[in-house]
C-alpha cells in the first residue's frame, strides 16, 4: 500500500494558481506564470528523485489537460517525460470519460472509497500534482499522507491558495528541508494522525 503525496508550487502567502501558465487568468488573475524565474537544476532533480517512489499519478481535470497538453509530446530520453508517460494516472472528473494521454483513465465512484481502493492497489506511492480543489478534498477527507511543497520566495496577494478551511487543524511532521539555488525551500512533511 502506498503513501498519497500532494506536490506542490507555492508562493510564500500560500498562492499555487499560475505556477506554469502565463495564460491563467481566471477570477482576474494577472500573475500567471510567475514559478518560470525559479527554475533550477536543484529543483528538476528533487522532482526526478521524487517521481522514483510514484507507481501512479491522481490528478484533476484542469491539471490533467495541462500535462496531457504537454508531457506526451516530450522526448523519452527526458526523465520526467518517461515517468510522466509510462506509470498509470488517474483522473478525478465528472466530465470526461476518454483520455488522450496514455495509462490514463477516470476515478470512479466516491472519491474517498476509489481513493483508498487506489492507495491498496497501487505499487508505490500515488503523487497527486497540482489539482487545488482535488486536495482540498482529500485533505478533508483525511486520505493525504505527505505534502511535498515547493515554498518561492514570493509574495502575490492575490490567487487561488492551497490551502482550504478545514474542519480540524492538520498536523504536521518535518521529514526534510532544503534550498534550492533561487531561493526555494524544498519541504516534505508527513501528516501526523
Do not use: C
Amino acid at each position: 500500500m502506498g503513501a498519497l503525496g500532494v506536490v506542490e508550487f507555492v508562493t510564500l502567502d500560500g498562492v499555487m494558481q499560475g505556477f506554469h501558465d502565463p495564460d491563467d487568468h481566471e477570477g482576474g488573475f494577472q500573475h500567471g506564470g510567475w514559478g518560470a524565474a525559479y527554475a533550477d537544476q536543484t529543483s528538476y532533480d528533487a522532482g526526478v528523485e521524487g517521481q522514483a517512489a510514484a507507481g501512479a499519478y491522481l490528478v484533476g481535470r484542469r491539471t490533467y489537460e495541462h500535462l496531457a497538453a504537454f508531457w506526451p509530446h516530450q522526448p523519452d530520453d527526458n526523465p520526467m517525460a518517461a515517468h510522466l508517460n509510462g506509470v498509470p494516472k488517474y483522473v478525478a472528473t465528472r466530465t470526461m470519460s476518454e483520455f488522450s494521454w496514455n495509462n490514463t483513465q477516470r476515478l470512479d465512484g466516491d472519491l474517498r472509497d476509489a481513493v483508498v481502493d487506489l492507495k491498496a492497489r497501487t505499487d508505490g506511492n500515488i503523487a497527486v500534482l497540482g489539482s487545488g480543489q482535488l486536495v482540498g478534498q482529500l485533505l478533508a477527507h483525511d486520505l493525504v499522507d505527505e505534502l511535498h511543497v515547493f515554498v518561492h520566495p514570493l509574495v502575490l496577494g492575490s490567487g487561488a491558495r492551497l490551502f482550504p478551511a478545514l474542519e480540524q487543524p492538520m498536523r504536521l511532521r518535518l521529514e526534510h528541508a532544503a534550498p534550492t539555488s533561487t531561493g526555494v525551500l524544498m519541504l516534505r512533511y508527513t501528516t501526523q494522525r
